[in-house]
């Protein structure tokens, strides 16, 4: 936390030591109210990106029970990128297929239906979701916190927030201390909410509201150790009876399951305060269930929860210095496992674009693409959980198993795709990718150590661009590489002018080295620009080139030189990204700190000025320089 009037104000917080200081004049880069999932994940990535943020929840703990309990694959993928997924993988349920069981007046309950939840065209490394308890999403992100010195301040409920007129002045955020009942006043230059449904930020932000479906049905969910007969326990199950509704049946951590159990189909029953109550919600499970058995040995979290698809009007204030993420910007059901996923998707987004912004290396463009993008993502989740929760409902399993074929891309997390901007330029490529989508998973193999790699995941997220150059032959194309390598490295260029201001920036503005990275080695991949990784892929055999023949910024980044040479694919990565390279192409990829494709390029060899002009066109579409 930087020094200032809120060291007084919120004891709790850490300092800086010895290393640079964020913040200045008494003011805040950034607090985010809330921490839950959206919030630390906020948090973290700023900590990894060097920026300090000030984070306060109005708990005093982390969660211990219940919420959100999935993790899809793309979400496990971004965890791996930032070398926090192996205790969740290690600890997790791993849930492969789903099944669907129906009853009716005149047919006992039986299974009617059973798929592979994410089938082969799903294209990830995972074709899984990860079953954790949300507490231990917390704890790793927590964790990871505090090895760069930033800590959550608790027990500070949020109370509002006010502008002056000068539009240059920072905002002055008022919490509560919860133990005292004293009122607590922090100034800062951005303000995140990440404080939930009821976000008291959505409520301080100038005509913001929840728009969309009040019709709220109730469902009762339980989380426990269950004993029973139903053969399908460790699958994820729908079943329905058309008399009694519908049971989503999730297998969980350490031999639990949990079940949401519809408590009014059809909203048919004017419900007494009964159905509220644990009794009420498990005696309806039985008889969903029947003729099986079903009993608790113990259960660990009950609640009866109502959600509408609601998306707020807007994501941010007028001036761009207030944002709401999560469930503070759109709400939905959870029997798609969405929630926690999309909300730290939201500041996975928002996390580099602040850093660049805090940093002053941003136009205010750049700011300007998290609504554009994530209310867009929203958007699609509200309209596929309307189709889903309907089919979902009237148990009608061809309906349900439709509804998950026609979006099971999207459910993964691998379809999300970002509509053209300022950051995702439209090109023509003969490949898979397209801008404004996640890389697909390729294997190559890292040259300076022959290391059998998933490209994807190889550079670690430190708040960098990627800029990938891929070409049959490096001899070949020789002199295009030296000359766009050059330019970028140069001040003439808009990445180099903005890599000399990073590089200042990130002298004077930073957070503590974690031990962590005495294992990951970060510099390998800053060696060239603070802002940028520079790394070539090419299908030339590794006994006809030499680190020593390329150009002085790609020797530098020599992690990031990539043979396209693993036997076995369906394709190389070559083909399956762009459709393959001619002898005298070079393509240029440039994929942004979120892991999404920003801009696709393909020169000939004889065009190295073009792509020069090319790549300053889109990066000064964003960035000062």
């Known amino acids: 936390m930087s020094p200032s009037a809120s060291l007084d104000i ?45 984070i306060v929840d109005d708990r005093n703990d982390k969660t211990s029970t219940g919420k959100a309990d999935g993790l899809q694959p793309k979400t496990i993928e971004t965890l791996k990128q930032l070398g926090l997924a192996s205790s969740l993988l290690d600890q997790g349920v791993k849930v492969y297929d789903i099944c669907f069981w129906n009853s009716d007046a005149n047919t006992p309950l039986r299974r009617t239906g059973r798929d592979v939840h994410y089938p082969p065209q799903v294209d990830v490394l995972e074709p899984f979701i990860l079953l954790v308890h949300q507490g231990m999403v917390e704890d790793i992100l927590i964790e990871d916190m ?23 002045a920072p905002i002055e955020v008022v919490c509560n201390d919860a133990n005292t009942g004293i009122e607590k006043s922090l100034k800062t230059r951005y303000l995140v909410g990440c404080d939930g449904a009821r976000s008291k930020v959505r409520k301080s932000i100038p005509g913001a509201e929840l728009v969309g479906d009040s019709t709220r049905a109730p469902w009762g969910v339980l989380d ?15 079943i329905h009876s058309e008399e009694k509704g519908t049971i989503l049946c999730i297998p969980r951590e350490r031999n639990m399951t949990r079940l949401y159990i519809e408590l009014n189909p059809g909203m048919t029953e004017v419900l007494s305060s009964e159905a509220s109550t644990q009794e009420f919600v498990m005696k309806r499970a039985q008889e969903i269930v029947a003729p099986f058995k079903l009993t608790w040995k113990s259960v660990e979290w009950f609640s009866v929860y109502k959600v509408g698809q609601r998306i707020a009007n807007q994501f941010t204030d007028e001036d761009e210095k207030v944002f709401i993420t999560g469930d503070a910007a759109h709400t939905h059901s959870p029997k798609a496992a969405q929630g926690m996923n999309t909300s730290m998707h939201d500041t996975w987004n928002l996390s580099w674009k602040l ?22 993502i929203a958007q699609d989740l509200i309209n596929f959980d309307f189709e889903h929760a309907n089919a979902f409902a009237n148990g009608d399993p061809k309906a ?50 022959a290391n059998p790699i998933d490209i994807q995941l190889d550079i670690p997220m430190l708040g960098q661009f990627r800029i990938y150059f891929v070409t049959a032959n490096p001899h070949a194309s020789s002199s295009f590489l030296s000359s766009v390598s050059s330019h970028l490295s140069s001040t003439n260029s808009v990445l180099g002018r903005a890599s000399v201001a990073a590089e200042n920036s990130y002298a004077m503005l930073n957070t503590l080295a974690p031990e962590s990275d005495e294992f990951t080695q970060p510099q390998r991949y800053t060696a060239v620009s603070k802002l940028f990784t520079p790394a070539l892929v090419t299908t030339i055999r590794k006994a006809e080139v030499e680190i020593a023949d390329l150009p002085e910024m790609l020797q530098d980044s020599r992690w990031t030189f ?46 190295a000025a073009q792509a020069c002009e090319f790549l300053d066109t889109y990066y000064g579409g964003f960035l000062k320089g």
């Open 400 to 449: 349900l198993a439709k509804n998950f074929e026609d979006n099971i891309a999207f459910i993964s997390g691998v379809g999300a795709w970002y509509a053209p901007n300022v950051l995702n330029i439209e090109s023509s490529n003969k490949g898979s990718l397209r801008p404004g989508a996640l890389l697909l998973p390729a294997k190559v193999t890292r040259y300076i150590d």
């Open 562 to 607: 990539y043979l396209d040479d693993v036997p076995g694919q369906k394709q190389s990565c070559t083909e399956k990204w762009f459709g393959g390279v001619g002898e005298g192409e070079v393509v240029i990829m440039t994929v942004r700190p979120d892991g999404y494709v920003g801009s696709i390029a393909r020169w000939e060899n004889s065009q």
């Open 224 to 238: 426990g150790v269950i004993e029973t007969d139903f053969p399908d326990l460790w699958s994820k199950v729908v």
């Open 146 to 168: 505090k090895s760069r010195g930033v800590a959550v301040v608790r027990s500070s409920p949020f109370s509002h927030y006010s502008r002056t007129l000068d539009l240059k």
């Open 10 to 54: 919120l004891p709790d917080a850490p300092v800086n030591g010895d290393h640079a200081v964020n913040g200045s004049n008494g003011v805040e880069n950034v607090v985010i109210v809330g921490a839950g999932p959206a919030g630390l994940m906020l948090a973290s990535n700023l900590a990894r990106y060097g920026i300090k943020s000030t």
């Open 355 to 376: 850093n660049l912004a805090v940093r002053g290396l941003a136009l205010p463009s750049l700011l300007s693409t998290f609504t554009h993008e994530r209310r867009k």
